[in-house]
């Protein structure tokens, strides 16, 4: 027998099914809410950063990440340290292109005997570096910028975990490349403050 529901008040059957969807709405949200991001420092050595297939799960898998992180904050300070030295490069080079004389880059070495220090200074200041354009050095400032930035914002979102060991990773590796990088303070090649976010 066919049944016509069209006379029917089907509004508490509505209720129903749109509270049943808000219920199940409200339980997605709130289990991705349980993973949002740390509130207070912890000791773990459980954690998850930038994508859910990167965890570590025991004390191995943590050292394995705090060393990365380390290598990461370290290789920033590098990039910063260089930059400044190409930043220099590039003011003398706009400062001397009406001149048309060639800049010197032998006072941006290092005042040590660090033969490091030394070689990492040769290859941010190669020889020749005089001859380059405005436009080539600008170019080369831009890579830099856009490399930092990007190791800036992981550094930074790493250390959002609030995770004790990957902090203590992210400061041993800043302050050791600090240490060895700025070690030669002027005017020329100065620190810009510990990590940038840009």
């Known amino acids: 027998m066919a049944h016509d529901h069209s006379m029917h008040d089907h ?6 099914t749109a509270s049943t969807v808000a219920a199940a709405a409200s339980t997605g949200s709130h289990a991705a809410m349980s993973h949002s991001m740390a509130m ?9 950063i930038l994508l859910t297939s990167l965890k570590t799960t025991g004390p191995t898998s ?12 370290f290789g920033h300070e590098y990039l910063q340290y260089t930059r400044s030295l190409l930043e220099s490069r590039y003011a003398q080079t706009i ?12 006072h941006l070495l290092p005042a040590s005997n660090n033969l490091l220090l ?6 941010a200041s190669p020889s020749g570096a005089g001859k380059q354009t405005p436009e080539q050095l600008h170019f080369a400032r831009t890579v830099y910028h856009v490399v930092s930035s990007f190791t800036s914002l992981v550094i930074m979102t790493v250390f959002m975990t609030l ?13 050791t490349g600090f ?11 100065t620190s810009k403050g510990g990590l940038q976010c840009h």
């Open 11 to 16: 509004s508490m059957h509505t209720a129903s």
């Open 62 to 73: 943590m050292f394995f990440l705090c060393a990365i992180m380390f290598a990461l904050s």
């Open 163 to 175: 995770n004790m060991w990957l902090v203590l990773a992210i400061l041993g590796g800043t302050g």
């Open 118 to 123: 030394a070689s990492l200074a040769k290859l």
């Open 179 to 189: 240490y060895m990088f700025q070690r030669t303070i002027n005017n020329k090649n």
């Open 40 to 48: 207070t420092f912890s000791w773990s050595f459980e954690t998850t």
């Open 95 to 106: 400062d001397h292109s009406t001149s048309g004389s060639d800049s010197d880059d032998a």
